[in-house]
């Protein structure tokens, strides 16, 4: 009836025992968790230490709390620029001049083809263009990303769709989380805490970090390319400022021979020359053999390079240049070469970031709040302990037993994961305590109810596990399904309450059914009692 398999016994204990200590390194401080791991002897294998810690939120440490949003405007007009070269491409292969040139307008591109043969040629290839939108989870929806017109006059009409637009911005969020995160944390070492939070906004925390300003300054799109430039009044040309020039404009060719995307490495130092700031960077190979090629066939020209629309630098092409590597410069400081390096390192952001709210949280404050947090749980945990003992004799300590595992394993799967601990999570923490302990309630009672219908013992212990086991996993999956929407809708501290009560759920099925089944099994087993001992 109350007997378990030794394999049984061994995998509840072997899961608690590794839950426990999974939790360690969270019990430490960040200076102990260094001295420990120094302490481990060599010959012991790194899987066998635990290492990972639960990171503290920004509520609990103080730091940064900066808010991003993907200007609209500047992606869709990045996306146009794009989309030009693409129906150039397009109308070149297909042999057909167009009049007047590729015109940008406010939502895409317009050209005009009069000719109606020409144009009955290039629109399939063109209507090519417009992919259509698949959802990761339903596949295709229908949509297009272009919607393209076609009047009777011969204007050709190329406009994103709404649609084209939104999933454009969802999948550039996407790509900024893991550049921001290159950015800002370059050695690994600030444990920031970057997710999206609605459409179009990143959600940046950066904890114990009080200077946002530097992190600010690395937010900027560095999109880097090489052209070349123009004559004035070329029709393939646009005029970009000159940072050589004092801000005058420059016709620079739209063609881009490299851009910032094949660069595999970016260093500061300093020109041997001149002894001026500069950054050596390296090309892929397909870069550097585009680079090669065009130096090849531009000797004597001036080379622009061009960081976000600006023309930091044009030196005059002496000689083709095929080692794949090269130096930018421009009247850099030495801070600006080491955050640009960094930037080109990281890669480019899809579309500019703007900084929507930035803050800063105290130390002192996030020191009040743990302590504020640490007793809530700590007097909790206590008047809890004394009800169940009070109310259940020897089977309320069996509890209170589970209990403490309860959390234990709690903090072990935070730390498995570095999961982010915040105010909320702590309040999680503390209604988890309640939410295991009524597992226990409910067995008991039940316990109660068939003992006194006269049931044996054993029989009654049975039959409590039993018959409350569809309650507890009833009440269980309808919180989780709570908080699994808090989780997904949430953002910031709601996701930290939402991520500490589904595994507080998880563990207490663990402890509060299993484990407790397995003491009292053990108990009953030890002292053979006549009666219920409550």
Known sequence: MLRFSRTKIALTLGFVLLGLILAVPSMLTKQEREAYLKAVPSWVPSWLVPQRAMILGLDLQGGSHILLEVDRTDLVRGQGTQLRDDVRRTLREGNVQPEGGIQLSPRGVQVRISDAAARARVMPKLRELAQPINNAILGPTGARTLDIVEGADGLIQLNFSEA????????AVDQSIEVVRKRI???????????????????????????????????????????????????????????????????????????????????????????????NFRFTLKGAQAFAEATTQNVGRPLAIVLDNVVISAPRILQPITGGSGQISGRFTVEEVNNLSIQLRSGALPAKLV?????????????????????????????????????????????????????????????????????????????????????????????????????????????????????????????????????????????????????????????????????????YAWTRPKVIPF
Do not use: C
Not at 164 to 171: A, E, N, S
Not at 423 to 437: M, R, S, Y
Not at 442 to 448: K, M, S, V
């Open 164 to 171: 084209g637009i939104t999933d454009r911005i969802r999948r």
């Open 185 to 279: 944390d370059p050695t690994g070492t600030l444990e920031p805490s970057i997710q999206r939070q609605g459409l179009d906004r990143v959600l940046v925390q950066i904890p114990g970090l009080q200077d946002a300003s530097d992190v600010a300054k690395n937010l900027n799109p560095a999109k880097l390319e090489f052209r070349l430039l123009g004559d004035a009044g070329s029709t393939d040309t646009e005029l970009m400022p000159s940072k050589e020039a004092g801000g005058q404009r420059v016709p620079v060719e739209r063609r881009v021979i490299v851009s910032g995307s094949e660069l595999t490495d970016a260093q500061p130092g300093f020109d041997q020359r001149t002894n001026e700031p500069i950054v």
């Open 355 to 523: 900084i929507v709210e930035q803050r800063t949280v105290g130390p002192g404050l996030g020191k009040d709040s743990i302590d504020a947090g640490v007793k809530a749980t700590i007097y909790a945990a206590i008047f809890v302990v004394l009800y169940m003992f009070a109310t259940y004799g020897v089977f309320g300590f069996i509890a209170n037993i589970a209990l403490i595992v309860h959390v234990g394993l709690i903090i072990g799967l935070m730390s498995l994961l570095e999961a982010t601990m915040t105010l909320p999570g702590i309040a999680g923490i503390v209604l988890t305590i309640g939410t295991a302990v009524d597992s226990n309630v409910l067995i008991y009672e039940r316990i109660r109810e068939e003992a006194r219908a006269g049931r044996s013992v054993v029989s009654a212990i049975q039959a409590g596990f039993d018959r409350a086991f569809a309650t507890i996993i009833d009440s269980n999956s309808t919180m989780a399904i709570a908080a699994l929407i808090l989780f997904f809708m949430g953002s910031g501290p709601v996701r930290g309450f939402a991520v500490v009560f589904i595994l507080g759920i998880m563990t207490t099925v663990i402890t509060a059914v299993t484990m407790t089944r397995m003491m009292i099994a053990l108990w």
